[in-house]
């Protein structure tokens, strides 16, 4: 493919497109004011399956060195999961503040990382079966003696499929966090997603918080890596 030896105008990259991937779409951004002299109309690419990439999704870095890297790192995966996300975390920067591989496994240890943020927290785990799946938090995870949280709060799988659970209304059981576990989700004597202190070894079970399915291929699993995730 041929490289521009220097920054391209827009003008530039229309027409090096339109010669040199036929196969694409390409749609002219709405001309706006612009009030920064240099500033230029913007162009959506369009795949030839016709799915358009929102421009204001962020894509989580690559820059974490960790088994999940290849699923959190995935525009696919990251696309999907980003749509799920409340307005509130848009434009927001994607913050690794835990992972087990970089601070060890322990759950007082996660807790003291999350301790001096408001920030809502995304949770990802990969299990011993390649599975990839977590929650999406309205609050940081804290011990606590009560549930806490808002409707907010989901359940997702990432891998080999992807599906969100939302709040059902049934109950109000989104977060609770112990210092021998955290849970996400219950009812029926069932947590959605529980993990131990040791941060190794978890459940899901369906819960009426969410009504979920299990988010493992088993409703015990061992945690081979969780990581977590702030926006700032």
Request: aromatic share 12%; proline share 6%.
């Amino acid at each position: 493919m041929a490289a521009f030896s220097s920054p391209c105008s827009s003008d530039e990259l229309y027409a090096y497109l339109s010669r040199c991937r036929p196969d694409l779409c390409i749609i002219e951004g709405r001309e706006e004011d612009v009030e920064a002299e240099g500033d230029e109309e913007e162009f959506v690419v369009i795949e030839a399956s016709g799915t358009v990439q929102p421009s204001n999704l962020y894509i989580p870095p690559t820059y974490p060195v960790s088994t999940l890297c290849s699923f959190s790192a995935s525009p696919l995966i990251s696309s999907q999961l980003c749509v799920e996300l409340p307005p509130r975390t848009v434009g927001h920067t994607w913050q690794l503040v835990y992972s087990t591989s970089h601070h060890g496994a322990s759950l007082k240890s996660l807790y003291r990382k999350l301790s001096g943020t408001e920030s809502p927290v995304l949770i990802v785990i990969k299990d011993a079966l390649d599975q990839v799946f977590g929650a999406f938090l309205s609050h940081p995870l804290r011990p606590s003696e009560t549930f806490y949280g808002t409707g907010e709060t989901f359940l997702f799988m990432l891998h080999p499929r992807f599906k969100c659970f939302r709040w059902t209304g049934e109950n109000s059981f989104f977060i609770k966090g112990d210092w021998d576990s955290f849970a996400i989700g219950g009812g029926s004597g069932h947590f959605g997603l529980w993990v131990d202190e040791a941060l190794y070894l978890g459940r899901s079970r369906p819960c009426h918080t969410f009504n979920n399915c299990c988010l493992s291929e088993t409703d015990d699993f061992r945690v081979m890596e969780l990581e977590v995730w702030t926006f700032s």
